[in-house]
């Protein structure tokens, strides 16, 4: 089993939908958890980051972190095609040492469809 | 720079040759991490430089992989004996210091194929 499981999809949604992306994963240490989202041919660019477990909004982006079912999602309203891309989940542990290293999910590519 | 730009941005090589991947980092970034993401898989860690010492280098897959970062800046991913498992795309990301709350920047990454 890998530490970070998330579903390659492909999705495919029409424009203006409510979009669930989610991760599960194994290791209790990860504390800090992000979403990054990649664009074809580009590296990863961060979206969200949260810290523990709870929620956290940046405009049609919402994170939520569940940490005692070990569970993570990113809901995208109001999808536009310019949303279509690949998001990867990435998890790392806490404290000094240990942080700075992120474990990645596979990502789940979306398209949106106009 | 305003991004981390790495150069090639593809490199085909044949079976056992030797190559070097190289990225400049944010100025002023003291952190620069190398990552390799596989076709259909999300990155994974290779090394970690903080200044110029390798801090981690705990990902790095076996001895012919090595990199450098001589004056803390510009490093250099080097690969010898290439075999077409190393076929994958790889990153470079910096930040200013070793901590996530200061956040990374990725580049666009080398793809690196061997024939």
């Known amino acids: 089993q890998k530490e970070v499981e998330q579903d390659p999809g492909p999705l495919s949604v029409p424009e203006g939908a409510i979009v669930s992306l989610n991760c599960t994963y194994s290791n209790s240490a990860f504390q800090y958890f992000m979403w990054y989202r990649q664009y074809s041919r580009k590296g990863p660019e961060l979206l969200m980051y949260?810290?523990?477990?709870g929620n956290k909004e940046d405009g049609r982006f919402t994170a939520q972190v569940d940490k005692s079912s070990k569970y993570i999602s990113l809901f995208i309203r109001d999808s536009q095609p310019s949303d279509s891309a690949t998001y990867l989940c990435a998890m790392s542990a806490e404290g000094r040492g240990s942080n700075y290293k992120l474990t990645f999910g596979k990502g789940t590519l979306l398209t949106v469809n106009p | 720079g305003a991004g981390v730009s790495q150069t090639p941005s593809n490199k085909v090589t044949e079976k056992g040759k030797y190559v070097e991947l190289r990225c400049d980092p944010i100025?002023?970034?003291?952190?620069l991490y190398w990552y390799r993401q596989s076709l259909g898989q999300g990155p994974e860690f290779l090394i970690y430089f903080q200044g110029t010492g390798a801090a981690d280098d705990s990902g790095l897959p076996n001895d012919r992989f090595f990199a450098v970062r001589p004056e803390g800046s510009v490093s250099t991913l080097k690969i010898q004996r290439t075999e077409r498992g190393d076929s994958a795309v790889y990153l470079c990301a910096s930040s200013p210091g070793p901590d996530l709350v200061y956040g990374y920047t990725f580049g666009s990454g080398t793809r690196l194929t061997v024939v």
């Open positions: 100025s002023g970034h003291t952190a």
């Open positions: 949260t810290y523990s477990s």
